[in-house]
């Protein structure tokens, strides 16, 4: 099981450490992908960088990492659901085009996880999220 958490941050309130869980840090880890630098090169490692998107509000990788077909129409427009905190990630398991995952957040101070087992597939080369299995 993989862990991830947490908010070290930068003099310029960047995160230091990833939000993954990651033993590297944001800008060589999840900030590469959040910035394009490079594409995710496996499921795990999309959905890793999904939640740090969700962490840290980058919109844009959420949508560019969303297939078109089960992408939410106003995902950019809409934003990101503002009053919950994500405190943590656990991959419990995972294939090659799926990752089973906790991801832990409160929401006025209240714990709660979101379990999912996501789907995912390459297009043109690049891994996207799908959906939810279960």
Known sequence: METGGGDVTGPLGRPTACPCG??????????????????AGTAVELMRSRYSAFVLGEVDHLFRTWHPRTRPAGLVEDGLD?????????????????????????????????????????????????????
């Open 22 to 39: 990651s033993t590297a840090s944001y800008d060589s880890c999840c900030g590469a992908l959040h910035r394009g630098a490079r594409q």
């Open 82 to 134: 503002t009053g919950r905190t994500w405190t943590g990630l656990e991959v419990l398991d995972h294939g090659e085009d799926w990752v089973e995952f906790d991801a832990h957040y409160t929401v006025d101070g209240v714990a709660g996880v979101q379990h999912e087992r996501s789907r995912f597939e390459q297009r043109a080369g690049r891994w996207v999220y799908v959906d939810a299995l279960d």
